[in-house]
T-cell receptor, first 115, second 114 residues
Framework: AQSVTQLGSHVSVSEGALVLLRCNYS??????LFWYVQYPNQGLQLLLK??????LVKGINGFEAEFKKSETSFHLTKPSAHMSDAAEYFC?????????????FGTGTRLQVTL | NAGVMQNPRHLVRRRGQEARLRCSPM?????VYWYRQLPEEGLKFMVY????????ESGMPKERFSAEFPKEGPSILRIQQVVRGDSAAYFC????????????FGAGTRLSVL
């Protein structure tokens, strides 16, 4: 069974600082991995996805993530935080590689950006 | 191109009543998923449907919950005899055939049980 662990339920950074949100996965098959962002009282918006192509994945809003098989990690980074990045971020793994199936989500990391 | 549409956005029910949550997938999407988000928690998978078929219901509670995705019309998540523990945000997602399992989410229905 697939699982996702997000270390740190809350992360606070200063505006302009590096953002690093951690995600480790467990998967019995080559994983498809996703990062989603959720703004208050809204649905989830896809930031980026890893689908076994390039290990460094670039997403929207300046975010990127690197797939490291040896570390079973898929950490999300952004070089310079903006106030508008404050939201909840979820890492997810697909149950079956490339096939329509359920997503298993981590418990989320709430990002706070301070002046 | 409208996104995934869920209604109502907010639903208030008293204990013992029925709740019906609707989801219209994105145009051209044939896969629908329902997830539940409890306060301060991540999303938990409930059920995955294609038109007229339930593909995976491993996350559905055994009693009181049911889901359908008819040939015509939206997908419906039905909760009978609601209890306070059913209070949560329910999200629907859809994906296209051959879309690499990229799921697009609606804004959710927030159910409050009094």
């Amino acid at each position: 069974a697939q699982s996702v662990t997000q270390l740190g339920s809350h992360v606070s950074v200063s505006e302009g600082a590096l953002v690093l949100l951690r995600c480790n996965y467990s998967s019995s098959v080559p994983p498809y991995l996703f990062w989603y962002v959720q703004y208050p009282n809204q649905g989830l918006q896809l930031l980026l996805k890893y689908t076994s192509a390039a290990t460094l994945v670039k997403g929207i809003n300046g975010f990127e993530a690197e797939f490291k098989k040896s570390e079973t990690s898929f950490h999300l980074t952004k070089p310079s935080a903006h106030m508008s990045d404050a939201a909840e971020y979820f890492c997810a793994v697909s149950d079956l590689s490339g096939t329509a199936s359920k997503l298993t989500f981590g418990t989320g990391t709430r990002l706070q950006v301070t002046l | 191109n409208a996104g995934v549409m869920q209604n109502p956005r907010h639903l208030v029910r008293r204990r013992g009543q029925e709740a019906r949550l609707r989801c219209s997938p994105m145009k051209g999407h044939s896969h629908v998923y329902w997830y539940r988000q409890l306060p301060e928690e991540g999303l938990k998978f409930m059920v995955y449907l294609q038109k007229e078929n339930i593909i995976d219901e491993s996350g559905m509670p055994k009693e009181r919950f049911s889901a359908e995705f008819p040939k015509e019309g939206p997908s419906i998540l039905r909760i009978q005899q609601v209890v306070r523990g059913d209070s949560a945000a329910y999200f629907c997602a859809s994906s296209p055939e051959g879309g690499g399992n990229i799921q697009y989410f609606g804004a959710g229905t927030r159910l409050s049980v009094l």
